[in-house]
């Protein structure tokens, strides 16, 4: 435990010629004529397991995967499915344990080199007893206010190899450490919305499709694509939804539903639909909210009864809306049509439709990801509010029905349990040191950059202070924050700074390039685990079998930390005394126990075995109304909220003296806007980065053949409309430079009539894929925060602004360099 840098480089001389020859994707002479000789040799075997893509049954054939093919019950199977095996087998994939060169050599603990991508091979051993000494480092000579571990992402699907839970686990059993809140996804929507209606929202079940279908006359998908997003899921996806898209498409051709897409570009939802859209300029939906308020009050269309009922605070709110408070503006149509681009008779049609009829609103996510994005969610609250409709079926407001199934029907079933992810109850870590001298222990997730370059400084946080640790050490597992944070550049600063970078994934990300020390973990497709079918709906549970062993030297994420343990005597306490199928036994019987009285379930054995379907059914869900049981007694159900009513004014989030984010929804001006806004004279571009097509955020993004399906020119694709294309001299299929003063990068000119003048789109977590480790280095591939913002939303959520970015473009002439974003690090001997 005591090996030295000089004794460590030492070692690898001896230990090279064995290393390089190691575990491959080549099978084994023994496992190959095991295949041949099984029964299944001329067919292979089929397994079955699930993924945030959906369920499949993969042939395997030889140790391979050779087919994949969506489970029968999955009527509407994403063509993401075609990207599974390049997961898999990516030439990306990090195959052994790795530590970055100048981080050895150089005796310190230097980062100016952070992102060169030069790393020496070395074996588990080595790696583990580099990570466990440097976690005894960071505790004896700082304390746990140096050690930043809690960073986590949507990481594979799975209850038990969670890898978040692992990785927190077991760092928490060495020694406590700083943690974050909140997420890049909702950052502002979770934060704001329990003070307006008493839930984060964002993760609520909403009202089940058949009750909007039957009950609904109007439905505006507000900055939402649910037939893009709902490709996906937190858990299992069973691509349900798409029944009722279609049984939607239907009632919009024959006139019983009016859908209305307000969004600046037209989206996958409203090409599918064939649906309406009010076009509304780029982060100013408020104003457009604001309007459309003032038509509701003036004109007398708004629920005076429900408010009184259910609400608060609206005779604060109103004076901003008719000009009579401090800024002594009325928030007339026609003060908001200059701004939002929508013209004030419009407006005063649109408040008037949804006044009419029964109204389901239904927000999407990226439009609270702008500065100030706490607005436009409390706004829209605020409106459905005034509709006097929340509570009934089809009709209020919903945050979530892009998400992972939200709006089916749920069966109200118990999913399985996970592996814990904190230390068991009475046990403490080997390093007691709850000390975080004077620094906060929980940070917000996008202020982890700001920790670092700022130490020491005081923000506040949704009515606390928050003092920025200063960070030392980052263990990073199953994320890629290299992929969700802002401004490259910026990250680069902060990176040069850290002492030591470690992280554990099955890819080589831009997150493994800049670490110092890299340990392989296996994909989900080479373990076994069990899974929710269904995250909202709950529609059963799935067996994921293993397909193939590890490839090269990769291990799960259990394997991994336990052995690390290990290193100070707790792996039998980490690991409960189980090994991978008892825990997944273990989680399948408490899950089968708490479902005995409404759900039937078969004995573990009869579930995983591989002939059978693969998978639990729940049966049919049974509707649900989001608010219904508040709406119905509000004293018996009151919100979360502080006074149990919708708050349209905050008393407490006003007590917070923020300048904003006040007492009641407002419209503030941003740092930059296209369409005449700040900075827009010189990059007059507003560029869009909502959730990939194609893609689960980064991940997939290396699966080679799947890729190129939609790269152009290997890059990543940028969405422009034809004017802002022909006044640039750009052509559908050219090479294209974006770049603002943040940064600069190549994209792929996809030319689309979808996209207005003004708004431009690169899809969130294409890979960042620096020409060299330099600030201002450009990104060969097309990662679009490598030209966003790193602010906070404000003082309340300080989430992120990523959508507050402006941008020009320019089609790149000169020497093509190569992307550099796949493929894995530089191997030093």
Known sequence: MSLSRRKFL????????????????????????????????SDGVWKTTGSHWGAFRARIYNGKVTDIEPLDRDKYPTDMI???????????????????????????????????????????DEALDLLYQELERVQKDYGPWALHAGMTGWRQTGQFHSCGNHMQRAVGMHGNFMTKVGDYSTGAGQTIMPYVLGSTEVY??????????????NVILWA??????????????????????????????????????????????????????????????VPFMLAIAHTLYTEELYDKEFIDTYALGFDEFIPYVVGEAEDKTAKTPEWAEPICGVKADQIREFAR?????????????????????????????????????????????????HYSGVGIPPTGASGPGGFPRNVDEGKKPKWDNDDFNGYSRTIPVA?????????????????????????KMLVVSGCNPWHHHQDRNRMKKA???????????????????????????????????IDLYGAYSGTGVIAMHKLVDPLYQSRTDFDIFTDFCRRFGRNKEYTRGMDEMEWVRSLYEDCREANKANFEMPEFDKFWEIGEAGWVDFGEGKNFVRHADFREDPEINPLGTPSGFIEIYSRKIASYNYEHCQGHPMWFEKAERSHGGPGSDKFPLWLQSCHPDQRLHSQMCESEEYRATYAVQGREPIYISPEDAKARGIKDGDLVRVFNDRGQLLAGARVSDDYPPGVVRIHEGAWYGPLNE???????????NTVTMDIGTSELAQATSANTVIVDIEKFTGEVPPVTAFGGPIYVS
């Not at 349900?240 to 019983?256: I, M, N, R, T």
């Not at 009016?258 to 409203?270: A, L």
């Open 10 to 41: 030492k070692g690898l001389a001896t230990t090279s010629a064995v290393t390089v020859i190691g575990p491959s994707l080549l099978t084994s002479a023994a496992r190959a004529a095991e295949e041949v000789a099984s029964p299944y040799a």
């Open 82 to 124: 075609n990207g599974v095996k390049g997961i898999i087998y990516s030439p990306s994939r990090v195959k052994y344990p790795m530590v970055r060169l100048d981080w050895l050599k150089k005796h310190k603990y230097s980062g100016d080199t952070r992102g060169n991508n030069r790393f020496i091979r070395v074996t588990w």
């Open 774 to 784: 330099k600030l201002g280095a450009i990104d060969t591939y097309g990662d679009p």
């Open 495 to 529: 990176f040069q700074k850290l002492q030591t970078v470690v992280t554990i994934d099955f890819a080589w990300t831009a997150t493994c390039r800049f670490s110092d020390i890299v340990l392989p973990a296996c994909t989900q497709f080479e373990r076994n685990d």
């Open 204 to 217: 609520a079940q909403g009202t089940s499709w058949p009750d909007i279908l039957s009950n609904s006359k």
């Open 224 to 285: 939402n694509d649910p037939v893009k997003n709902t490709q996906v899921g937190w858990q299992c996806e069973t691509h349900d939804s798409y029944e009722y898209y279609e049984q939607l498409k239907e009632k919009v051709a024959k006139g019983e539903i009016k859908v209305i897409s307000v969004d600046p570009v037209k989206s996958k939802t409203q090409n599918f639909l064939s649906c309406d859209q009010i076009y509304v300029n780029p982060q100013t939906d």
């Open 447 to 471: 202020r982890w950059i700001d920790a670092i370059l700022e130490p020491g400084k005081e923000i506040n946080y949704n009515g606390s202070k928050v003092i920025l640790p200063d960070t």
């Open 353 to 401: 439709m949804m006044a009419k009829d029964r109204t389901q609103i239904i927000f999407g996510w990226a439009v609270q990801r702008q500065q100030h994005g706490e607005q436009p969610y409390w706004m829209g609250a605020v409106i459905a509010t005034m509709l006097g409709q929340i509570g009934l079926p089809g009709g209020g407001i919903s945050y979530s029905h």
